[in-house]
């Protein structure tokens, strides 16, 4: 299972950005995507994440501003990015919590991250 992310970029403060990510592989069941942010002291942070039941969760700086959206037939998932600050800048991960159809194993799987870089 391999998690692809796209649609970090630099942009000014107040400008819009959207983040992709599609879960390839033997997949037998998605059950959460999210997206994590890795900030200047290296910690990783939850942004947001939706279950594929439709439960969503929100870091607090993100509550307002960002939408999680996701089509889980698809193993995909958005991170719509709005109104954003120079402290929203970081490394943004995709995650997913997926059931490996080969091995029947429910892992956690991480993305290569994408930068995004907010400008004041």
């Known amino acids: 299972v391999q998690l692809q992310a796209s649609g970090g970029g630099l942009v000014k403060t107040g400008e819009s950005l959207r983040l992709s990510c599609t879960a390839s592989g033997d997949i037998f069941s998605t059950w959460t995507m999210g997206w994590y942010r890795q900030g200047p002291r290296n910690q990783r942070e939850l942004v947001a994440r939706?279950?594929?039941?439709?439960?969503?969760t929100y870091a607090d700086s993100a509550k307002g501003r960002f939408t999680i959206l996701g089509d889980f037939a698809s193993d995909t998932a958005w991170l719509q990015m709005n109104a954003l600050r120079p402290d929203d800048t970081g490394v943004y991960y995709c995650w997913a919590d997926i059931t490996d159809a080969d091995t029947d194993y429910r892992n956690d799987y991480w993305g290569k991250g994408t930068q995004v870089t907010v400008s004041s």
């Open positions: 939706l279950t594929s039941g439709g439960l969503t």
